[in-house]
């Protein structure tokens, strides 16, 4: 049994930021990070699949906005890397959620100075620039309510509308640090920004294109696959009803209830195999002593 469990972890951790190396999670001994194990942040982002469900949907949910399309349209090699992407974007969380301060800290200003170079004009001839605060908020907010709506299906659904507004609270810190601002910091607050932003938000050919390759994005093995059709179809379900009507999705409820069984079933699998992923490796950090 602990050949199968280790089998899986390592088709787990192929997925992960983890796979990119260069971030050493267990040291130095002591370092809480930016926010700690007591932190709500944690608590949401210690569980891989959801929020690697998570991930999916927030990256769909994010193309909507046409200048945020734009700059990973014209600056990324998503279309042939989707999984790199994937992977880069999960080692980001991660290291800000988990990692020891100072690699927090720099993750945070290279990510910051890969933005300024983000620039050019968007297809209706607007220009836009990652570094803008208002487009920094748009990207942080579609991350951050589709990784807590992930866990509140998969891991925790009866976590307190207190601890949920703790949540925004603790992840509006990463978000300020890169330049965004006017952050959402409460449940209430992210509904209304969202509902507010819909008018701005676009499915155009681009969006379809970007959705296509990420739901049909390779797996990195024959073990890993079956893996990433689960997550792709709990992605598009976590999606806010009014975004998936606009993409064109239209699950009905017997296909509903199929890929939130299949992702609870999923989440309790990987769960039970995971000894060396981001959260674990942080847990042995802060315990040795300093």
């Known amino acids: 049994m602990e050949a199968v469990r280790a089998a899986i972890e390592k088709q787990v951790l192929s997925l992960t930021g983890l796979a990119l190396g260069g971030v050493d999670f267990e040291n130095p001994p002591g370092d809480p990070g930016l926010f700690g194990p007591r932190s709500i942040i944690w608590q949401v982002h210690r569980d891989f699949t959801s929020m690697l469900c998570g991930g999916v949907s927030a990256l769909l949910l994010q193309m909507l906005h046409p200048l945020a399309l734009a700059g990973v349209w014209d600056h990324s090699n998503f279309r042939e890397d989707m999984i790199g ?102 449940c209430a607050e992210v509904e209304e920004y969202l509902q507010a932003m819909r008018p701005q938000l676009v499915c155009d050919e681009r969006t379809q294109e970007v959705a296509r390759i990420l739901l049909k994005a390779p797996a990195p093995s024959a073990l890993a696959r079956p893996l990433g059709g689960v997550v792709m179809q709990a992605g598009i379900d976590l999606l806010p009803d009014w975004a998936q009507r606009q993409f064109g999705f239209h699950p009905g409820a017997l296909r509903r209830r199929l890929v939130r069984t299949g992702a609870a079933g999923l989440g309790k699998v990987l769960g039970a195999s995971m000894r060396n992923g981001s959260y674990q490796r942080a847990v042995r950090r802060i315990t040795q002593p300093s």
């Open 85 to 186: 992407r994937l992977r880069r974007t999960s080692q980001f969380v991660s290291v800000t959620t988990f990692g020891p301060t100072a690699e927090a800290e720099r993750l945070i200003a290279k990510v910051k100075a890969i933005h300024l170079r983000v620039t050019g004009v968007g297809s209706d001839g607007t220009p836009y620039a990652a570094s803008d605060p208002a487009l920094l908020t748009w990207v942080h907010v579609a991350e951050s309510s589709r990784f807590l709506a992930s866990h509140l299906r998969y891991r925790n659904p009866h976590l307190s509308r207190d601890l949920q507004d703790q949540y925004y609270r603790e992840a509006a810190r990463v978000a300020a640090a890169l330049g965004a601002t006017a952050i959402p910091q409460s």
